[in-house]
């Protein structure tokens, strides 16, 4: 990412950059999914340095902000020696570290109470219920987190085949809840749903072609 | 003496008084302004870019909402990755899914945008939810109103609220746990209010030639099946049972029973499906039953397995919510006898 657009995505988190030039960053996100992971990252740093509240990560993402420090540390030093740009301007640099430290250890502590502690898995059992074993996630990629495991049960000499669950099911049952959430969560479902990178409703009822309605 | 005593004890009333009128006159204005934010999101046209962060995660996405003599036409774009579409009517929302070369189509009950304003606030909802005003800032070059719908509990999710002094448009939203952690974020980067939308500006991207059409079954509302014996026996504070009714999936022959339990601002949807027999040898195997806990979005799913039944508790909550509701579900005694099938 360059300083210039660093700066206007500073600008931009910051409610100060002028439409023009919010216009152009909208365009260059929309093209680039570099940017876009970028966008996000700093997204999330500045909140958590602005003090505005902490920030829920996966270890997932940890892992990639881990990975952004170390990538983003000599820029920091660099920009800090010199002109100092605009997205480092009200931090100290020793600030800076100790905030995107700070979310690295979150996303950690967030970890432990995550999804991944219950993992969703298909049993074979329907009258026993499977104790799931350890869980190895298998996709972060969409917004359903698929969870699958393939240990067997602890205290068990069999080994237990888990399925992961079908996504699709899972698709459905959202598509279907949507239609009856309340206030902002009807957005948040949908806009999820938007972005979610599934596969096809398995054996889902197919009916015949229809025009689109035009309103 | 006593006169003096009398003048100790007023100083402190009189400024506890003085905070908590402000107080109340504040969370006053706080839920005024959440009353204009519904105005908006709901009888005013727009057509905006926003972006929507969540796990670091940035998508781009449109919206368009258009009202024009008393019909609402929104459209929903995802502008980068799936390509996918949300458009809605006033009977029913289309969804355009041109990676999976399909297109789902539900029948629409409800009349709220895509957006999603917030109910009233009613006593039950200030049970759960503490509302209050935070200190102004600017969003897009604009001053903006901070509000923030806190959780009382760690069974619901709570906001906070930029919004848009000349429309009170919420410009930027956080969805926030019981802690005040960031779930996810909607962060407007355009926003216009014109007059007039023009249909074409409503019309999908989406070419449909070729792809698949999937109806989600209608409701069956009226007609009690023996599903419809399940119920939570047990729920977090607040919530109740708000629909009950029948509902064909994707997939299924036999509708499942849908539930619907609500605080009044958070809701969660429980699925409740016959397991399926493999059946004879030449028939397809039943699905394996589903059991544990997905995130979903925002929010989370838990699937298990109860008295023969697959029961599944979606929402935008905590997984602690759907986990709690989920494990409640039994068949009533009632109808504990009954055949399921």
Not at chain 1, 21 to 50: H, M, N, P, Q, V
Not at chain 1, 194 to 210: F, K, N, Q, T, Y
Not at chain 2, 129 to 142: D, F, G, H, T
Not at chain 2, 288 to 316: C, D, K, N, W
């Given at each position: ?215 | ?163 848009d002094e000349k429309s009170a448009m919420p410009l930027k939203t956080q969805l926030c746990d019981a802690s005040g952690a960031i779930i996810e974020q909607i962060l407007f980067a355009r926003l216009e209010m014109p007059d007039n939308i023009a249909d074409s500006e409503l019309t999908p991207a989406v070419r449909t030639d070729g792809m698949r059409w999937i109806r989600q079954g209608p409701p069956h509302g009226s007609s ?118």
């Amino acid at each position: 990412m360059s300083e210039q657009i660093r700066e206007q995505v500073s600008a931009f988190l910051d409610g100060e950059l002028p439409s023009s030039e919010t216009e152009l960053l909208l365009k260059r996100l929309t093209r680039d999914s570099e940017l876009r992971e970028s966008f996000g990252r700093y997204a999330l740093i500045g909140e958590a340095l602005r003090g505005s509240g902490a920030v829920r990560l996966s270890k997932g993402f940890a892992d990639r902000v881990n990975a952004a420090i170390d990538g983003e540390k000599a820029p920091l030093v660099a920009g800090l020696q010199s002109a100092q740009p605009r997205w480092w301007k009200p931090f100290a640099g020793a600030a800076v570290v100790a905030g995107v430290a700070a979310v690295a250890v979150l996303a950690l502590q967030q970890r432990a109470v995550s999804p991944a502690a219950h993992p969703m898995v298909a049993s074979n059992s329907a009258q026993s219920p499977t104790v799931a074993p350890i869980a190895t996630p298998v996709a972060v990629k969409s917004n359903v987190v698929r969870v699958a495991a393939n240990s067997p049960v602890p205290g068990s000499r069999e080994p237990v085949s888990y399925v992961t669950p079908p996504p699709s099911r899972l698709t459905n049952y959202v598509f279907a809840h949507s239609k009856y959430s309340t206030g902002l969560g009807r957005r948040g479902v949908l806009t999820d749903l938007l972005i979610e990178d599934d596969e096809v409703p398995a054996g889902s009822r197919a009916v015949p072609p229809v025009p689109a309605r035009t309103p | 003496m006593s006169r003096v005593i009398s003048r100790r004890l007023l100083a402190p009333c009189a400024v506890m008084g003085a905070l908590l009128s402000s107080t109340v006159l504040a969370a006053d204005d706080a839920r005024e302004w959440l009353e204009k934010m519904n105005q908006a999101l709901t009888g005013k046209n727009y057509d905006g870019t926003f972006m929507h962060l969540s796990e670091g995660r940035v998508e781009t996405m449109r919206i368009v909402h258009r009202v024009r003599g008393g019909r609402v036409t929104e459209r929903l774009q995802a502008l980068d990755g799936s390509g996918r579409e949300f458009v809605r009517n006033n009977d029913e929302l289309t969804c355009y899914l041109p990676d999976q070369h399909t297109v789902l189509v539900e029948p629409r009950q409800d009349r709220g945008p895509f957006l999603g304003s917030l109910p009233k606030f009613g006593a039950e909802v200030n049970d759960f939810y503490r509302i209050e005003s935070l200190p102004a800032s600017r969003v897009l070059n604009r001053p903006v109103k901070v509000i923030a719908v806190n959780p009382k509990d760690q069974f619901r999710f709570g906001y906070r609220l930029w919004l848009d002094e000349k429309s009170a448009m919420p410009l930027k939203t956080q969805l926030c746990d019981a802690s005040g952690a960031i779930i996810e974020q909607i962060l407007f980067a355009r926003l216009e209010m014109p007059d007039n939308i023009a249909d074409s500006e409503l019309t999908p991207a989406v070419r449909t030639d070729g792809m698949r059409w999937i109806r989600q079954g209608p409701p069956h509302g009226s007609s009690p099946t023996p599903l419809s014996a399940f119920r939570a026996m047990e729920l977090p504070p607040g919530f109740r049972l708000t629909i009950s009714g029948a509902q064909t999936l994707g997939g299924a022959s036999v509708p499942a029973s849908h539930l619907v339990y609500s605080d009044g601002l958070a809701t969660v949807s429980v699925f409740v499906e016959a397991q399926r027999d493999s059946g004879p040898d030449t028939a397809p195997p039943a699905d394996p039953p589903m059991q544990g806990l997905a995130r979903v979005g925002s929010g989370y799913a838990f699937s298990t397995v109860i008295q023969g039944h697959q029961v599944t508790a979606v929402g935008e909550v905590p997984a602690q919510t759907v986990e709690f509701i989920a494990h409640a579900v039994k068949l009533s005694a009632d109808h504990s006898s009954a055949p399921q099938h």
